[in-house]
């Protein structure tokens, strides 16, 4: 640090800098810094640990604040329920045609991303279709926001089909039918009756009770925790594992052993190259590499020319799906 860089420092802490700066932009009244304030007008932050029992108290106190009085549980239910507020003040005028052009925009984009993702979560490509269409109706219950598309997602797509393939292998082990082939789309019934929407339903109605207990306890702050840096690498991190996943489809290979577990992306990676050598389907290559080039030139090209000319439409392509 230079000698000039250390005079202002120091400056900066005497307030002296302060006052300097104020007498250059003719400012009458005292300038302090945040030391300076806090001792003229007593605001002086508590520097004391705060006991974990006030903690906890103040966090049961929140997650009592609805029983605490009739108009606060139904203040609290109406919470639950945005749509008895904002249902009311809706402009039809104003908003009835936007909102029908993004229901189609958005309809058009969860027919193909459900159907895809389905085959993921190893189950029949009807169900992605459900998937797609029953949550955009709760959503509009129980949501908040105006801009979520609510269907699939490509990482819990991806987990809930490695859950499944797990479950049904040691399942069919423990039931003497033996461990099943990798997941192609279809219902799988192994010995017994198990099957694999049972194991995904299942796991649906977990996560669901899991994210309700969660809403009634109010605990959406934890999301507060997540820094930017531990979602950029959950992004980045997915977006490999779906290329991953869904790679194998690409070249039209079949047959692929599934694997899990600590480093399993690197084992998948050289199963797709070792069987892509000589098992690739050129049909099936050549046909996603026009289905990829379409998408691409749709959303980089189309996409801005149509907009500069004044289409006021959202033309429905979607390059990270």
Not at 215 to 238: C, H, I, K, N, Q
Not at 294 to 310: A, D, R
Request: aromatic share 10%; proline share 5%; net charge positive.
């Amino acid at each position: 640090m230079s000698a000039s860089e250390k005079e202002r420092s120091e400056r900066r802490r005497d307030g002296s800098l302060y006052k300097a700066l104020a007498t250059e932009a003719g400012i009458d009244r005292p300038v302090m810094n945040q030391k300076q304030f806090e001792e003229e007008f007593g605001n002086a932050r508590d520097t004391k640990r705060v006991p974990l029992r006030r903690h906890i108290k103040k966090a049961a106190r929140g997650c009592l604040q609805p029983c605490s009085s009739p108009s606060a549980a139904l203040a609290t239910v109406l919470s639950f329920v945005p749509i008895l507020g904002w249902l009311p003040k809706y402009n039809i005028r104003e908003c009835l045609i936007p909102d029908l052009i993004g229901g189609i925009t958005t309809g058009i984009m969860h027919v193909p991303q459900g159907l895809a993702y389905s085959v993921l979560a190893g189950v029949d490509p009807v169900y992605g279709l459900y998937s797609s269409c029953f949550p955009a109706f709760f959503y509009m219950l129980f949501g908040t926001s105006r801009h979520t598309s609510l269907g699939s997602f490509a990482v819990v797509t991806l987990m809930a089909g490695i859950a499944n393939d797990n479950i049904m292998r040691i399942y069919g082990a423990a039931n003497g039918g033996g461990a099943i082939g990798p997941s192609n789309g279809t219902n799988t019934t192994l010995a017994g009756d198990l099957t694999a929407i049972e194991v995904a339903s299942t796991l649906t109605v977990a996560i669901g009770i899991v994210q309700f207990a969660a809403g009634l306890l109010r605990l959406e702050f934890l999301a507060s925790y997540f820094s930017d840096p531990l979602v950029s690498g959950f992004t980045t991190g997915s977006a490999v594992h779906v290329l991953i996943a869904q790679i194998d489809d690409i070249f039209g290979l079949t047959g692929l052993p599934k694997s899990s577990g600590p480093g399993y992306i690197f084992r998948r990676a050289w199963d797709i190259i070792i069987a892509a050598v000589d098992r690739t389907n050129l049909v099936t290559l050549i046909t996603s590499a026009v289905a990829i080039t379409f998408l691409h030139c749709g959303k980089e090209y189309l996409s801005p020319y149509l907009k500069k000319k004044g289409l006021k439409l959202p033309v429905p392509y979607s390059w990270q799906k």
